[in-house]
């Protein structure tokens, strides 16, 4: 996910506040059942999730929608008492900052990778392709290095997914590469920038709430990463030469290849415009904001699309004012039944509006969680159970982790009602701050492009649906169900794996300095 340019801000601190501050003077709502009953909601939310997309085979971001209103509903019912508070909660969950920034990252990267998309840069990948031989089976690993090139540059897992999936997945598919390994490929390279990007929001919430600076963090996280990376890239490589891709006909795929304009690639001066202004320090709605103009420019400039390509009013031919303005290259008139608003920075923000809602609901259900106490319950049970060595201890952060995200599938409302419970028992065990954020963090951003109902894949599952009505060549058969991407996300399970090693094996644990080893309860 994004953030703010300047991780010194003290604002960013609101991030922590937001699920902390008023929920230490214990549970706002109780429940029937006890504070556990507050799980209800989210437990049934990824029950439905699991029918829906694992058993039932449907991938419906709207059916998650549905689900996820429903679950708040019957929550509503265990409730003791008033109602008003509990349904006060849901707005107040719904109005958190967390959950805006997953919005807003959403709508600027769709507007995006559309443009760049009108603008023939997928034409330009073909080319390239073509011309250094990189064929199906190196297709997905170089996917995978760019996309973690650009979430690095940029900070947004969820930006890189939605322009990956909109950009370098139709061109890989066309080249032969199998598009759920595609798929995968995008998604690791999101995680290996989300986890990695000193401006992504992961990092700075994992760094603030256990008290770390945050280029120390990123500089301790360096060797986990780098580990999981060269593992995952080396998956792709000889994933790659094992799954063949969808049959597009050779006829089809020599005329798109051979129709490819090279001139497309320009548009990678669009995303390294993108990239400075990221690292400079930039918010990144302002980064690509200079992105969307810089592929605007271009596309005009170099003749890759016209206005009306990028945002056109197609008003009713009957309309007398429309008339005398049909004139101006974003106006059209066509009959009364096809009036619209069409182009590519329309579309862009457009697909992302079911993904919008059921993040707005998600975050609800994650506050009353909190407010609810059901979450201190859990953190209490696995504090005092299990989290009673060293290892142990750092073993609970890790799976604690992941099943908060299992749940709380927006990565940073994961981070951030969990990282009170990370401090808690790393101060006890005396663990650095460092080595405390590096667990939080990449469980979360590993996390969260995993799950099939993860806000990553559903965010690029959102641009991949649209895929169909922009080429002519692919087919519904080609959009990849999110239950199928799972065991594919490799960088993401490989640094979930990395961190279970380093909890069992204490590969670079270190300990807080101004205390004696013999003071912390070692297995």
Not at 392 to 413: H, P
Not at 467 to 496: A, C, K, R
Request: a negative charge; aromatic letters at 10%; hydrophobic letters at 55%.
């Amino acid at each position: 996910m994004s953030a703010s340019g300047d991780p010194d801000d003290p604002n960013e601190h609101d991030f922590e506040r937001e699920f902390t501050d008023d929920d230490r003077e214990g549970p706002a709502i109780e429940f029937y059942g006890g504070r556990l009953t507050s799980a209800l909601p989210l437990a049934i939310f990824v029950l439905w999730a699991i029918v829906q997309s694992g058993l039932l085979q449907i991938s419906a971001t709207n059916g998650l929608v549905a689900g996820m209103l429903l679950a708040l509903i019957v929550g509503m019912f265990f409730v003791k008492g008033d109602w008003k508070t509990y349904a006060n909660t849901i707005f107040e969950g719904m109005t958190q900052r967390v959950a805006a920034t997953a919005i807003v990252a959403w709508l600027w990267a769709g507007m995006f990778a559309e443009t760049i998309q009108v603008g023939g840069f997928v034409d330009g990948l073909v080319w390239a392709a073509d011309a250094l031989s990189i064929g199906p089976t190196l297709f997905p690993a170089v996917t995978f290095l760019l996309a973690g090139l650009l979430a690095t540059g940029i900070g947004s897992g969820y930006g890189t997914a939605i322009a990956f999936t909109s950009l370098f997945f139709p061109a890989g598919v066309l080249l032969g590469a199998n598009p759920v390994l595609m798929f995968g490929a995008l998604l690791s390279g999101a995680v290996f920038g989300d986890n990695l990007a000193p401006v992504s929001d992961t990092t700075i919430v994992s760094a603030v709430t256990q008290d770390a600076d945050i280029g120390g963090v990123v500089a301790s996280r360096f060797k986990y990463a780098i580990v999981a990376a060269v593992l995952a890239l080396a998956g792709y490589i000889v994933a790659g030469s094992m799954m063949t891709g969808i049959d597009v006909g050779q006829g089809a795929q020599s005329v798109l290849v051979d129709e490819s304009n090279p001139l497309g690639l320009v548009h990678l001066l669009s995303i390294g415009v993108v990239i400075a202004t990221a690292i400079r320090g930039r918010h990144i709605v302002e980064a690509v904001s200079w992105g969307l103009l810089t592929s605007a420019v271009l596309n005009l400039g170099l003749g890759l699309a016209s206005v009306s390509d990028m945002i056109v009013f197609q008003a009713p031919r009957d309309a007398g004012l429309a008339q005398s303005l049909s004139f101006l290259p974003f106006v059209e008139l066509v009959d009364s039944g096809q009036a619209a608003v069409a182009g590519s920075i329309y579309a862009g923000a457009l697909s992302f509006f079911p993904l919008i809602v059921l993040t707005l609901l998600i975050v609800a259900g994650a506050r009353i969680l909190v407010r609810g106490g059901g979450f201190a319950v859990i953190q209490d049970w696995l504090l005092e159970t299990f989290a009673t060595t060293v290892r142990r201890a750092e073993l609970t952060m890790v799976l604690g982790t992941a099943g908060v995200n299992s749940m709380i599938t927006i990565n940073t409302a994961a981070e951030i009602a969990i990282a009170p419970y990370i401090a808690r028992i790393g101060e006890r065990f005396n663990i650095n701050a460092y080595r405390r954020a590096n667990i939080l963090d990449a469980n979360t951003s590993a996390l969260g492009y995993i799950f099939p109902w993860g806000g990553g894949v559903l965010a690029g599952y959102s641009a991949m649906v649209g895929l169909p009505d922009q080429y002519e060549w692919f087919t519904q058969s080609m959009v990849v169900n999110p239950i199928d991407v799972w065991p594919f996300v490799f960088h993401g399970w490989l640094l979930f794996f990395v961190f279970i090693a380093s909890a069992l094996t204490g590969f670079g644990l270190e300990y807080v300095a101004d205390r004696e080893s013999s003071e912390v309860a070692r297995v």
